[in-house]
Antibody, heavy 120, light 108 residues
Framework: EVQLVESGGGLVQPGGSLRLSCAASGFIFSKHWMSWVRQVPGKGLEWVANIREDGNEEYYLDSVRGRFTISRDNAKNSLYLQMNSLRAEDRAVYYC?????????????WGQGTLVTVSS | DIQMTQSPSTLSASVGDRVTITCRASQSINRWLAWYQQKPGKAPKLLIYEASRLESGVPSRFSGSGSGTEFTLTISSLQPDDFAAYYCQQYNNHSPYTFGQGTKLEIK
């Protein structure tokens, strides 16, 4: 059974940093692109970033490029999102998602999400 | 960036009704479109991919159609479990993989 479990969310002040983690199990992690998608509570979904199977190619939403860094550790079956210079508008539930093999961008399994709140 | 416009934003319907949700892309995305269902407090669930391919385990009352810029999700006979939010998403090119704004399907 595919499982994705996010952690690391919480309350941070504007300008602060946070690192989200996603522990993956139940599939061959190193064979899938992985994504982060966020959702402001009560609002729509917004793709944030994704990373190639080997970690050597990454893509970002314009509004987070230069502030957020996606990374992975295939030996630990883990995905990360380092978030720096956080803004109030980054407040959201952040979902880790598996992209279907050969279909990057198509997220077929999702974690339950971790809430990031940016407030002073 | 490719913009995805979904309509309606809210849809009221009854059990047994046939409903259709539309998603329009600002430029051609071929058939690289997915539909997700999301219930309150839960993660999205993939229903349809490549515009019309039904994800494994999804009931056959769900169907998708379209190509290029116009797409639809149809539920042939609404069941109580179907009342939720629905989102389209394009995955035509590397980024960003934009979502529609969502459709909330409510019980009439």
């Amino acid at each position: 059974e595919v499982q994705l479990v996010e952690s690391g969310g919480g309350l941070v002040q504007p300008g602060g940093s946070l690192r989200l983690s996603c522990a993956a199990s139940g599939f061959i992690f190193s064979k899938h692109w992985m994504s982060w998608v966020r959702q402001v509570p009560g609002k729509g979904l917004e793709w944030v970033a994704n990373i190639r199977e080997d970690g050597n190619e990454e893509y970002y939403l314009d509004s987070v490029r230069g502030r957020f860094t996606i990374s992975r550790d295939n030996a630990k079956n883990s995905l990360y999102l380092q978030m720096n210079s956080l803004r109030a508008e980054d407040r959201a539930v952040y979902y880790c998602a598996r992209d279907r093999a050969y279909n990057y961008g198509l997220s077929d399994y999702w974690g339950q999400g971790t809430l990031v709140t940016v407030s002073s | 960036d490719i913009q995805m416009t979904q309509s309606p934003s809210t849809l009221s319907a009854s059990v047994g009704d046939r409903v259709t949700i539309t998603c329009r892309a600002s430029q051609s995305i071929n058939r690289w479109l997915a539909w997700y269902q999301q219930k309150p407090g839960k993660a999205p669930k993939l229903l349809i991919y490549e515009a019309s391919r039904l994800e494994s385990g999804v009931p056959s009352r769900f169907s998708g159609s379209g190509s290029g810029t116009e797409f639809t999700l149809t539920i042939s006979s609404l069941q109580p479990d179907d009342f939720a939010a629905y989102y389209c998403q394009q995955y035509n090119n590397h980024s960003p993989y934009t979502f529609g704004q969502g459709t909330k399907l409510e019980i009439k």
